[in-house]
Structures are given as structure tokens and as C-alpha cells.
């Protein structure tokens, strides 16, 4: 059955480029979430007076992998203790956020959330956003496929490439 995750976890373009190369993963759009503006622009975004988060919409065969296993790559290629920031990227549109679809979503991020605190995992509290998805916008065209289409991008060699080869190193085996 083809499911749906929504998911910040700083710029959309480090999951982005993570979550497309998962086995199961069906397709993975850069978008906004959790914001007031309708149909915001990159720049209002950036400008932090949307609300919105810069997310990635995962959409998955949960026949092949299953939302914790999603939530165990989201856990992993961010640091969900830095409050509306990550590294150079600050501000609330870079927040980590898990927005679920549905109740079972919700039960099995906090869960996870909770098992994560309890284990110690960072010496920082998580301050990771659970909150139902209540609006999805897309981004802007250019925002799709960024890593693999502007590779030699400043931003995508010093922030986007070591994430991701850190993730391939680590998911080898989950990989199409």
C-alpha cells in the first residue's frame, strides 16, 4: 500500500537526496509545511514570517518499508536537539518536524521520540515538532532533484554531499 510521510529535518535538499535512494521510497518533493501562509514562496519562507517548514513529502510502499524505518533515516541524517536550526541553516523553517498523516503515524514518532530520550541517543534534549500535517504546499520547481541536478553547487559540496555519503555508508543495504 503506497503511504505518504512528511518530514523537516533542516534543508530540504540533504532528505531530499537521502530519502530518493531508500528501497520502497516511490518519490520524494521538497515542500512546505506547517505554516500559515497559503501558497508560500522560497523567499517568504526563508524569510521566517510563514510558519512553514522546508520538508520533504515521502511517498512509500509500506510493503517495503515501513514509516519507523523512515523515521530511523529522519533520526539519523539531522541533529533533532538543535532548536529551529541546522548547522549554518537558522531559523523556524528549518526546524525539525515530523508531520504525521494519521494517529498511527503519531503514535510511532513519539514512541520513537521517547525510546530515543530514554536511551540518552544525544546529550541534548530533542526538540523535535510532532504535529499533524495540516497543509502541504510544493515547492518551487528548481527545489526538485537540487543535489543531483547542481552537484557542484558551494552549498551541495560542504553541506549536502558529506550527509549524504555519511547516509549511503551507513543505509548501504536499504539502497535501490
Known amino acids: 500500500m503506497t503511504k505518504e510521510a512528511t518530514l523537516g529535518a533542516g534543508c530540504f535538499w540533504c532528505i531530499e537526496a537521502c530519502y530518493k535512494e531508500l528501497n520502497g521510497v516511490i518519490s520524494v518533493e521538497s515542500g512546505y509545511s506547517g505554516g500559515k501562509t497559503d501558497n508560500p514562496t522560497y523567499k517568504e519562507v526563508c524569510a521566517g514570517t510563514t510558519g512553514h517548514a ?9 510493503a517495503l518499508i515501513s514509516f519507523d524505518e523512515l523515521l530511523e533515516v529522519f533520526w539519523f541524517v539531522h ?3 538543535q532548536l529551529n536550526r541546522q548547522g549554518h541553516d537558522i531559523g523556524t523553517q528549518y526546524r525539525s518536524v515530523i508531520f504525521f498523516h494519521d494517529e498511527e503515524q503519531r503514535d510511532i514518532a513519539e514512541n520513537y521520540k521517547q525510546r530515543l530520550t530514554e536511551e540518552g541517543v544525544w546529550n541534548n534534549p530533542i526538540v523535535t515538532e510532532i504535529s499533524p500535517l495540516t497543509n502541504y504546499y510544493p515547492a518551487e ?19 549536502v554531499r558529506p550527509k549524504v555519503e555519511k547516509f549511503k555508508q551507513v543505509f548501504g543495504a536499504r539502497l535501490k
Open 54 to 62: 522546508e520538508v520533504a513529502r515521502v511517498v512509500y510502499d509500506d
Open 141 to 159: 520547481d528548481y527545489h526538485r532533484d537540487y543535489y543531483e541536478l547542481n552537484p557542484g553547487n558551494a552549498y551541495c559540496q560542504a553541506v
Open 79 to 81: 541533529d533533532p536537539t
